[in-house]
């Protein structure tokens, strides 16, 4: 009888990925309430934005390699503890020894770029567990559903943030995500394992569904030359550029573009908010699906290109006209769109990560996804810089513009042009295998 335990660890996955993006993208929110009381500036709030996304990136490839080499179970549990911690911190942050120090602005920034360390472990290590443990025609599916944990985490936490700051205060929406992210640390740890075989809730049916293609993802030494002299990795890393330039713009300025621009107010900010989330959660995983449904008819290389640059392509439009837009709730409808096109395409990422690096996937995502937390460093703050000299207008148009230049890379990535053949593969894993 074949037991589904990778689907309990790929849940398991998606969790992880709602907690995360809520524990990112509540500052946010609370900065309505934050920026009043410290008297931080939109530029100070912007450079508070981009310290935490410098950390978030800095950890991604550090992150990705502890994976593959140690195991995505210890690593995804520390790093989970990490950020709970500091994100429970967060509510001392302007007011504790640092800030008397140096000011509350440096603590903040300290504060968040710690937060962005441990967050930026999790999504390589995601990957690298989704390459464990799904079968080879699953993979792009669970990508999107753990992509979907992104919108839902992003939904839910302008709403519950803004409950909880007219009801309490600001502060205690850090202390309720700090203690859930602990929690699920816990529970992440007891009941997960690095590989399938390891675990006594697979059946033998389950694991030869797993290793369908006669692959294991082993823990293997890590092949720096092959990764980084492959032109695979490089147009990966600059097609993810203009995607993390395009989605930090919702996780950072989005409801307060709402609230201070188009003239909502905080309670409808916190609402209309969750709408470009919505959709992430909604067109990731469909962009799983049809990237597997395409791949399984037409080959990996057309199924995971023919996603990425139709998702690319649709949000560029959504985002350029709704920038434009004279009506509010149209624009609300349009913009939001254009973010959950990104993620439709973003499906095609992850699954082209795995596909080409196998057990090196925790490294390459790692590696590649590093140019997408540097635009998303960027965009927070160049955003309102654009926006004070041109307007919003333009400002997002230009992310609309990157998103263009992804589609374009798009063009010439090949899925089926492996980091190792093969054989190698195979000749790295065999040494590693007899000492066990």
Known sequence: METRTRWTILWFLVLISVVRSMDAVNFSVAAQQIMPEYGFSNVQMGMLYTVFTAGYALFHIPGGWLGDTVGPRRILTLAILWWSVFTGLTAFAGDWWLASLWGPLASFMIIRFLIGMGEGAAYPNSNRAVASWMAPGERARAAGLV??????????????????????????????????????????????????????????????????????????????????????????????????????????????????????????GGLLTTSPFIAVALLGPLGGVCSDALVKRYGLTLGRRAIAISGFLLAAFCMYTGAQAENSYTAVALLSLGDGFLYFGAAAIVGTNIDIAGAHSGTVYGLTATLLQIGGAIAPTLTPLIADRFGWESALQFAALLALFSAFLWLFIDAENKILPAREQRSQTEPLAALR
């Open 147 to 268: 992509l979907a944990g992104v919108g839902v985490g992003y939904g839910l936490a302008p709403p519950v943030v803004s409950w909880i700051m007219v009801h309490y205060g600001w502060r205690s929406a850090f202390y309720v995500f700090g203690f859930v992210g602990i929690v699920l640390a816990v529970g992440w740890y007891r009941f997960a394992t690095d590989q399938p075989e390891e675990h006594p809730g697979v059946s033998a049916a389950e694991l030869a569904h797993i290793r369908s293609d006669g692959a294991g993802v082993e823990r293997t030494p890590t092949p720096w030359r092959a990764i980084l002299t492959h032109p695979n990795v490089w147009l990966l890393m600059f097609a993810n550029f203009g995607f993390g330039y395009g989605i930090y713009i919702f996780q950072s300025w989005f409801y307060l573009y709402l609230v201070n621009v188009r003239g909502f107010s905080i309670m409808q």
